[in-house]
């Protein structure tokens, strides 16, 4: 929960930033690219945090399907999105793309520090 935690701090505070910069130098465009990028990127990450959540009292094999599985549907979902929007001229497509990286980057980051930070202790099974 602290990695969901931290990932979804950094992301809004990315988001933030990106919308100020990219607003103010391109407009609603700027905007546009911002919030898709925020999303896909950062929704990304956090999706994974969610299913491994959510899996959590089951065997690593089902958890390793699950995320797997997951993996592959947002890799379906992403290149749908990309095609749909691929010729549209609504957004920036600079400010989609520095986001989407940043928003991969910063989440994962956070995520990591997040659970870095938590006290758990793991004890093998016998």
Request: overall charge neutral; cysteine-free.
């Amino acid at each position: 929960m602290a990695a969901a935690r931290a990932g979804l701090i950094a992301l809004g505070i990315l988001t933030a930033i990106s919308l100020a910069v990219w607003g103010g130098k391109e407009g609603m465009p700027g905007v546009w690219g911002v919030l898709l990028g925020a999303g896909i990127g950062g929704g990304f990450v956090l999706l994974t945090v969610v299913m491994v959540l959510f899996t959590a009292n089951t065997s690593p094999t089902t958890t390793g399907a699950v995320v797997m599985g997951g993996w592959l549907l947002k890799i379906i979902i992403l290149i749908g999105i990309l095609v749909l929007i691929r010729d549209m001229e609504f957004y920036d497509t600079m400010a989609f793309f520095v986001t989407v990286v940043l928003a991969l980057v910063v989440t994962l980051g956070a995520e990591v520090w997040g659970m870095s930070q938590s006290n758990l202790t793991y004890i093998q099974g016998v």
